[in-house]
């Protein structure tokens, strides 16, 4: 365990249904991202959330909204979504001083959008 | 603007041969450098980081890399490779963003061992 912690493991939804996928960690860190993981292309960065304020959004669509109620948690809600946002959606977590330590993972939600 | 090139998306070694990744990044200040492992249907793991201290930056498992900042290159090394050493690697430079330090991944290289 990393201490990052994300649920469900696996998800499949259909194009009309709302899910929410949940980061949490217990690591003290102050900062929580989320990426996306499609095959074949690199990870790409969705949205930052510093002290729970969203620093960085990152063009994605209005169909993916985050929510960060506190440092500990992280929320991903999904409504309406496309067969192309099937993928692996990372959490991630780092805290955040004068110099950059290094970001903790956790093992990802497997979506699958039918 | 920050970027990653990873030279190979993929690499293959015979067990017991030495491992090459490499590394390319362009930052405009003093980056952070780090390498990830990622093994199948696992999240990503930290490896080593550099953070303006030592050059040469010894990570878990056997695992070095070195910055060398004339050459831009944060490249990825192993003395002798492990059939356990078989996964997805990948490069990441950060800097700060507004807010936030923001890490952009390479393509990520991956890494094949024959026995």
């Known amino acids: 365990e990393t201490g990052v912690t994300q649920t469900p493991r696996h998800l499949v939804m259909g194009m009309t249904n709302k899910k929410s996928l949940k980061c949490e960690q217990h690591l003290g860190h102050n900062a929580m991202y989320w990426y996306k993981q499609s095959a074949k292309k690199p990870l790409e960065l969705m949205f930052v959330y510093n002290f729970k304020e969203q620093t960085e959004n990152n063009s994605v669509p209005s169909r993916f909204s985050p929510e960060c109620p506190n440092s500990s948690h992280l929320f991903l809600h999904l409504h309406t979504l496309q067969p192309e946002d099937s993928a692996l959606y990372l959490c991630?977590?780092?805290?955040?001083?004068?110099?950059?330590?290094?970001?903790?993972f956790g093992s990802g939600t497997r979506l699958t959008v039918v | 603007a920050q970027s990653v090139t990873q030279l190979d998306s993929h690499v293959s070694v015979s067990e017991g041969t030495p491992v090459l990744l490499r590394c390319n990044y362009s930052s405009s200040y003093s980056p952070s450098l780090f390498w990830y492992v990622q093994h199948p249907n696992k999240g990503l793991q930290l490896l080593l980081k550099y953070t303006s201290a030592a050059t040469l930056v010894k990570g878990i498992n056997g695992f070095e890399a070195e910055f060398k900042k004339s050459e831009t290159s944060f490249h990825l090394t192993k003395p002798s490779a492990h059939m356990s050493d078989a996964a997805e690697y990948f490069c990441v430079v950060s800097e700060r963003g507004r807010g936030s330090y923001i890490p952009t991944f390479g393509r990520g290289t991956s890494l094949i061992v024959h026995p």
């Open positions: 991630a977590s780092s805290q955040e001083r004068d110099d950059n330590y290094g970001y903790t």
